[in-house]
């Protein structure tokens, strides 16, 4: 069974920093992109950074010099790297990874910018 397991979200100041992970795990396929999407209250669903199996990237505009995708494709795991976190960048966080045949989403992990 594919699991995609997130971990590193939480409360932060403004200005602050944290971490997010997601391990992909249950499949013979390696995942050929994954990112991170975030929703907040009341808005869609938007995308905030992904990253091919190449390493190649894309920001959401918004995030661009603050956030830093990164990936360890021997573990089949992805990195938000977030820094000078703002209020607006409160929302559930989810990672999503997508192998040949199917796009799987993580249970999603709350962010919280508030002082």
């Known amino acids: 069974q594919v699991q995609l397991v997130e971990s590193g979200g939480g409360l932060v100041q403004p200005g602050g920093s944290l971490r997010l992970s997601c391990v992909f795990s249950?499949?013979?396929?390696?995942?050929?992109?994954m990112g991170w999407y975030r929703q907040a209250p009341g808005k869609q669903r938007e995308l905030v950074a992904t990253?091919?199996?190449?390493?190649?990237?894309i920001y959401l505009d918004s995030v661009k010099g603050r956030f830093t995708i990164s990936r360890d494709s021997a573990q089949n795991t992805v990195y938000l790297q977030m820094t000078s976190l703002k209020p607006e960048d409160t929302a559930v966080y989810y990672c999503?990874?997508?192998?040949?045949?199917?796009?799987?989403w993580g249970q999603g992990s709350q962010v919280t910018v508030s002082s």
């Open positions: 249950g499949s013979r396929n390696s995942p050929i992109g």
């Open positions: 990253i091919t199996s190449g390493s190649s990237t």
């Open positions: 999503r990874a997508t192998t040949q045949y199917n796009v799987y």
